[in-house]
Every structure is written in C-alpha cells, then in structure tokens.
C-alpha cells in the first residue's frame, strides 16, 4: 500500500476535522487542521489590537506576520493534535464565536494565505497526510490523490455548531450562529485568493442526513482503494 495525500474540503461546520481525524487515526495518517491555522492568526490580531468591532488593521498584521509562529503538538492523552501560537497552546481559544466571526477577513488576505499555504506543503510533503480546509485541493495539494469536498445544508450546520458551542460552556444564540454560518460561507466563496471551491476531481459528500459512521465508510473505502492503486 502507497502513502497518499487525503485533501478534505467544504463549508464550515461540515464534520471536516471530525471524519478527518478518524482517517488519520485509523490509516496511522498525520493530521492537519489548517482551519485552525487561519483561527490562531486571527487570534494573534486580536491579541495585539488589530481588530475593532468592523475593522482590522491588514497592513500592521502583514508587517507583524513574521511574529507569528505555528505548531501542532500531539497530545497523546487526548490523541489529537493541538495548535501552538509562539508557543502556546490556543487550541481551546481559538474555537470561540469571537474568533469565528472574524476570521474570513483575515484569511483572505494573500499575504497571509501564503505563509500558511507553504507551512502545509511542508507539513505534508512526504505524504500520509490528511488535511481538512477550504483550498487543499485546489491549492495546497492539487496532486492529492484523494479529495473530499463535503457539504450539509446551512441549518443543519448551524445546528451543529451550536450544539457544539453550548456544550463547551458558550453563551450564545442559535440564530448568531446560522448568521455566521451563512457570512462565512458567502466571505469563503467570494474572497479573491483561493475561493472556497470544489475541485474538478474531488468527490462530493453531503452528509445532511449521513450519520458518522456511514460517512467514515465511505470515505474510508476510497482512500483504501487508492492506496492499492486500484483508482
Ligand atoms: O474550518 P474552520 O471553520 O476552522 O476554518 C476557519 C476559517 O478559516 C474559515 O472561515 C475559512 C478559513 N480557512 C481557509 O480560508 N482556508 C483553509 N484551508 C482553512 C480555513
């Protein structure tokens, strides 16, 4: 069996990390979250003052960039892999309603696309990975030899985000939430650098009325068959 490159792509809310993760685990794959990237940069804007209510200061953050520093280290208690901002761990900060709502303007500036976008090759350059974004297989891996593009209708991914929310202890409503669904996916379609697309060779899965498991088969089964070449 070959080592190949899985590229996982859709809207947000999609269940992107959750059937990636389970790839991972299951192939012996490394995982990488490259939405979480996008978060911990907007995460260090906010922390040096470069967002105001409905404005951030692009130029300061492209000057700072080269301040940002990124890393993913396995926790093996929890078996995933949490993200490092200069060194700290911001996993748990970077998930909030705050950081969301701001962090489609930031990654559609190129300058910071690039940076992250030459991180990820990196990151997967030797194969038997799998990575869960908006570009992966348009642009950090078009050579991938698998490619996921998933979708679910903006309720049902608004339903989940909330869910998930609520369960970590935030405080917020269900219709803020589909809101920023429905923003993030029209900032992620329409941005000019590296839209959120679905690749012409990517397979597409929408899993409004999939259940985990089925999907972790299905998905599951076309990386085995590209692994023994069979495609
Ligand atoms: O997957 P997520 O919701 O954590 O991603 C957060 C934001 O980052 C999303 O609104 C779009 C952006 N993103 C991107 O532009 N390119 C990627 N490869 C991953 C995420």
Known sequence: MRNITIAIDGYSSTGKSTVAKQLADWLGYVYVDSGAMY?????????????????????TLIEMLGEISLHFTRDEEKG????????????????TLEVSEFVSPIAAVSE??????EQQQQMGKDKGVVMDGRD?????????????????????????????LIDRGDKVSYDEVLANVKERDHIDTTRKDSPLKKADDAIEIDNSEMNLDDQFHIILQLAKDRMAGRV
């Open 39 to 59: 978060r911990a940069v907007t995460l260090f804007a906010m922390q040096n003052g470069l967002i105001s209510e409905n404005h951030f200061d692009k130029e």
């Open 80 to 95: 995933i892999a949490e993200i490092y901002l200069n060194d700290k761990n911001v996993e748990k900060e970077i998930r």
């Open 136 to 164: 992966i297989g348009t642009v950090v891996f078009p050579y991938a030899e698998l490619k996921i593009f998933m979708n679910a209708s903006p309720d049902e991914r608004a339903k989940r985000r909330y869910l998930e």
């Open 112 to 117: 910071v696309r690039k940076k992250l976008v």
